[in-house]
């Protein structure tokens, strides 16, 4: 059964979350959970890989971006479990909405009908390990959540997103963001060796929407996924970059020899 948020929590799963995540899920959920913590607290040149920090991608970065969150793709027993696991570990969930995005890529990925695939987003609330209490938490992890109650999910996809982590990655927000704005950072990170991936729009977050820009590549052989998160509509700019697909899966079949 497809789940339902209302406004408020759920009130029915355990208030601990037992059984919400199996110990690989949470193994990946608390190096998540530590990497976005040092995040918080780094310079932001030092999220960057090397080949982002200097010329005109290093600088439109540090001027236009900070950062947003790491992102991990999670299948909890049911989406409910989880947000109270996330509760219980004090992580604040934000109240989960549909995942268009990652849905869809999901879908095309494994040959699924969207229609019948359950995918959900809500961002964790974190400070830095060395912040104030009193200093406001930031959401800093993004948790997308492919229950294992939906009946589209099988034990490939579970196995292959994991070995690989094809929907992690390390999200930029774009202040101000405008179409020559995303299209100069666009041509600055594929100028610098990243791979153009598509993006798309989300209708359910903000009160505008939110568009999201996808790029990736490999360091050391491990996929290396970054995210520009903006609000707004951008669907326009998206459809004026075509994706060179065979570029595409030259990076991820790169990534997935390496593994």
């Known amino acids: 059964m497809t789940a339902s948020f209302s406004p408020e929590p759920p009130a029915s799963p355990a208030s601990d979350g037992t059984g919400a995540f199996d110990p690989e899920d949470r193994r990946r959920l608390d190096r998540t959970v530590a990497r976005a913590r040092e995040a918080l607290r780094a310079r932001p040149g030092a999220l960057f890989p090397p080949a982002l920090r200097e010329g005109r991608a290093g600088r439109l970065l540090a001027e236009r971006c900070r950062f947003a969150h790491h992102a991990l793709l999670l299948f909890p027993s049911t989406a409910e479990a989880a947000l109270a696991s996330f509760t219980a570990a004090g992580l604040d969930p934000v109240r ?29 609330r974190l400070r830095a390990e060395e912040a104030d209490e009193a200093e406001e938490a930031s959401p800093a992890v993004e948790a997308f959540l492919f229950p294992r109650s939906c009946p589209s999910l099988d034990a490939r996809l579970v196995r292959d997103e994991r070995r690989l982590g094809l929907e992690d990655h390390t999200a930029l927000s774009v202040a101000e963001p405008t179409e020559q704005v995303l299209a100069e950072l666009l041509d600055a990170l594929t100028g610098a060796g990243l791979c153009w991936e598509g993006g798309g729009f989300n209708p359910h977050e903000g009160p505008y929407g939110s568009t999201v820009l996808y790029f990736a590549g490999t360091e050391r052989g491990a996929l290396l996924r970054w995210e520009l998160s903006c609000p707004g509509d951008f669907r326009a700019l998206l459809s004026r970059h075509p994706v060179d697909d065979e570029a ?8 997935a020899r390496a593994r």
């Open 96 to 124: 989960p909405v549909p995942s268009v995005v990652v849905k869809a890529r999901l879908a095309a990925r494994y040959g699924l009908d969207p229609g019948r695939c359950e995918v959900w987003v809500t961002r964790l």
């Open 248 to 255: 595409v899966a030259r990076v991820y079949a790169a990534a």
